[in-house]
């Protein structure tokens, strides 16, 4: 099986502008989670999608904001960029149900100028 | 916020000799996962152990869980060079609001000298 795919892997962007960053998750895994990595605050959970549902949410700003497709596919868009976004970007799928092991993509690493 | 703390923060070793890392974390759990990360890059899943389980294995790595205490253990075996890498203890908790939501510690940074 394929593993997970993230687009872009790189990104430059300025401040206000807006960025969508794109994961597409392994065959047959429904459920897809978002986290961004700096080296101040480490690993944080920014949300999950399950069936194109988001079915909880971290303690991130609405800026952050996500969907998920029909095909399990799904997008993250940040708005209005902030210095303090630069971060990897990793997403995750998993197969149901809760309690399983996540598979993480080799993120988008995004950089904020 | 992270859920945990582990120690070391970092770790320097030769190879061949065994590698230790800890984790603990404040709630009740249902899994407690182990990832590695190389310079920066994805997550890999290393092992998954439930919370009713005390002890797993899969090939060089041993993990522990102790619930009482809320803390973990990964101990690579017989290192290698290739092992260099951070090491990160996850935690899934209890209950029903946890979907798809893993809490992460802070990391070991792991160096394997040839």
């Known amino acids: 099986k394929a593993g997970v795919t993230q687009t872009p892997r790189y990104l430059i962007k300025t401040r206000g502008q807006q960025v969508t960053l794109s994961c597409s998750p392994i065959s047959g895994h429904r459920s897809v989670s978002w986290y961004q990595q700096t080296p101040g605050q480490g690993l944080q959970f920014l949300f999950e999608?399950?069936?194109?549902?988001?079915?909880n949410k971290g303690n991130f700003p609405g800026r952050f904001s996500g969907r998920q497709f029909s095909n399990s596919r799904s997008e993250m868009n940040v708005s209005t960029l902030e210095l303090g976004d630069s971060a990897l970007y990793l997403c995750?799928?998993?197969?149901?149900?809760?309690?399983?092991?996540?598979?993480f993509g080799p993120g988008t690493r995004l950089t904020v100028l | 916020s992270q859920q945990g703390e582990e120690d070391p923060q970092a770790l320097s070793i030769q190879e061949g000799e065994n590698a230790t890392m800890n984790c603990s974390y404040k709630t009740s759990i249902n899994n407690l996962q182990w990832y590695r990360q190389n310079s920066g890059r994805g997550l890999v899943h290393l092992i998954l152990i439930r919370s009713n389980e005390r002890e797993k294995h899969s090939g060089r790595l041993r993990v522990t869980l102790d619930t009482s205490k809320k803390s973990s253990s990964l101990l690579i075996t017989a290192s290698r060079a290739a092992d260099t890498a951070s090491y990160f203890c996850a935690t899934e908790r209890a209950g029903g609001t946890s979907y798809g939501k893993l809490t992460f510690g802070q990391g070991t940074i792991l160096t394997v000298h040839p």
């Open positions: 995750a799928s998993s197969s149901p149900p809760p309690g399983v092991a996540q598979y």
């Open positions: 999608y399950f069936s194109e549902t988001q079915r």
